[in-house]
């Protein structure tokens, strides 16, 4: 059994920061990428930022800038700092990462999916 569980989501005005952070644990063998998507009512979940293992990034060009997606390995934490938020931020902000349960490298990657965190921007 494999859980994300995210944190950090919450109510913030426009131009402000919040800290998304994304533990895994349970019966983990490694993890690949790691990142965060976010999905509003009626859309489809798209990608806002991921980081692999050895820390290359991806990023969504509206957040460009003004995100940045960290990991720490030893913790199985995923981050998503978010400075000079917008309205059009508002969202609920998912994170994923693949991972294996088992050390057979022949098995695929596995997605897991955190619950949710809702975040929203004031203006």
């Known amino acids: ?12 005005q426009a131009g402000g920061s919040l800290r998304l952070s994304c533990a895994a644990s349970g019966s983990i063998f490694s993890i690949n990428a790691m990142g965060w998507y976010r999905q509003a009512p009626g859309k ?11 820390g290359n990034t ?3 060009d509206s957040v460009k800038g003004r995100f940045t997606i960290s990991r720490d390995n030893a913790k199985n934490t995923v981050y998503l700092q978010m400075s000079s938020l917008k309205p ?14 088992t050390r057979d ?8 999916w955190g619950q949710g965190t809702q975040v929203t921007v004031s203006s």
């Open 88 to 101: 059009e931020d508002t969202d609920v902000y998912f994170c994923a990462a693949d991972i294996r349960t």
């Open 105 to 112: 490298i022949g098995v695929p990657w596995n997605r897991y």
């Open 44 to 54: 489809q979940r798209e990608l806002v930022a991921l980081i692999t293992t050895g």
């Open 1 to 12: 059994q494999v859980q994300l569980v995210e944190s950090g989501g919450g109510l913030v």
């Open 58 to 60: 991806i990023y969504a």
